[in-house]
């Protein structure tokens, strides 16, 4: 099974937003995409449509320090397989007859 990090999300109790980025900049993680609610601050890595066409179909959380938890997003072999087949396939059908000479 396959992973990424999507977002990283903090606990507004902890962190603020300023906090949050600097946390995200000085531990290599991108701290361009903000998203707030009452009670999180989510800094998106990955957006979910990427990670979507990818395969990548299951999300879980893991905490990694207080205030801090990863939003990270599995994908199986067999769903990265029939993916890849699909793209193939899809690839194959639209290309010309001299497209095919020239592989």
């Not at 009452?38 to 990670?51: A, F, H, N, P």
């Not at 893991?62 to 072999?77: F, T, Y």
């Not at 029939?82 to 290309?95: D, S």
Request: include cysteine; glycine fraction near 4%; aromatic fraction near 10%.
């Amino acid at each position: 099974m396959h992973s990424k990090i999507q977002s990283i999300i903090f606990n507004k109790s902890v962190f603020n937003v300023l906090q949050a980025s600097r946390w995200c900049t000085d531990n290599g993680f991108k701290s361009g995409t903000i998203f707030e609610s009452e009670s999180d601050i989510r800094i998106r890595q990955i957006s979910s449509s990427y990670t979507k066409s990818l395969g990548y179909t299951r999300f879980g959380t893991k905490q990694i320090e207080n205030g801090i938890s990863l939003l990270i997003v599995l994908r199986d072999e067999a769903t990265h397989e029939a993916l890849a087949e699909y793209a193939k396939i899809n690839f194959e059908k639209n290309l010309n007859p001299t497209d095919q000479l020239k592989m």
